[in-house]
């Protein structure tokens, strides 16, 4: 499958701090998507990239996908104890997902 | 509107009994489903994938097998379950063409295998 590697593994912040996780791939991708996992629960399709160079905004979550289309990232402004989650990132090859292992955000109040 | 139902939602299982987990998708048609496993604090493996009936891709050689009887559902099965077996299983769905797609997942099974 797609190897992608996804760092940091965990992230803690002060609520009100930024945060951001970056996805990289040694090989060109078509497709990257983002999802959230909340604690006990189960994947949560956020956004999609497609374009070289992509930005997408959903209210404080930023998008990218690099000009290269090799790397992704996920940018977080002034987060809340609701963005505690584990955040993946999963390139989509042929038809089939293979998930980043994930970046662990934990929010302090 | 779409909905994805898997069942049951915990399992405890022991070693050597034999799993079947189920999954049905409501309010599309012809949807791809997948089959994956989630270790505890692990990310998502996928296990299976299916884009008809009785059409399954298996993308791990394993204790496990699937089948997708009908269009919209799809079963997870193993004659035997080991130790390594237990995780968080889950389905999900998608549907879209070349280069746009969207997956949507289900609540899960949680399988502890003793």
């Known amino acids: 499958g797609q190897q992608v590697m996804q760092i940091p593994q965990y992230q803690h912040v002060q609520e009100g701090e930024d945060f951001t996780t970056y996805c990289n791939s040694s090989?060109?991708?078509?497709?990257i998507q983002w999802y959230k996992q909340r604690p006990g629960g189960h994947p949560v399709f956020l956004i999609q990239l497609v374009k070289s160079g992509e930005v997408k905004k959903q209210k404080r979550l930023t998008f990218q996908f690099g000009e290269a289309k090799k790397n992704s990232s996920l940018h977080i402004t002034a987060t809340q104890t609701t963005d505690v989650g584990t955040y993946f990132c999963?390139?989509?090859?042929?038809?089939?997902?293979?998930f980043g292992s994930g970046t662990k955000l934990n929010v302090k109040p | 509107s779409q909905t994805i139902h898997q069942w049951p939602a915990t399992l405890v299982q022991p070693v050597g009994s034999p799993l079947s987990l189920e999954c049905t998708v409501e309010?599309?048609?012809?949807?791809?489903l997948y089959w994956y496993r989630q270790a505890a604090g692990r990310g998502l493996q996928l296990l299976f994938y299916?884009?008809?009936?009785?059409?399954i891709s298996s993308e791990v050689p394993q204790n496990l097998s699937a089948s997708r009887p009908q269009d919209r559902q799809f079963i997870l099965s193993s004659k035997k379950l080991l130790l390594s077996d237990s995780g968080f299983y889950l389905c999900?769905?998608?549907?879209?063409?070349?280069?746009?797609?969207?997956?949507?997942f289900g609540p899960g099974t949680r399988l502890t295998v003793t």
């Open positions: 999963a390139p989509l090859n042929f038809n089939k997902f293979y």
């Open positions: 309010g599309t048609s012809n949807p791809n």
């Open positions: 090989t060109t991708l078509s497709n």
């Open positions: 299916s884009v008809g009936i009785g059409q």
């Open positions: 999900a769905w998608a549907l879209g063409s070349g280069s746009s797609y969207e997956q949507y």
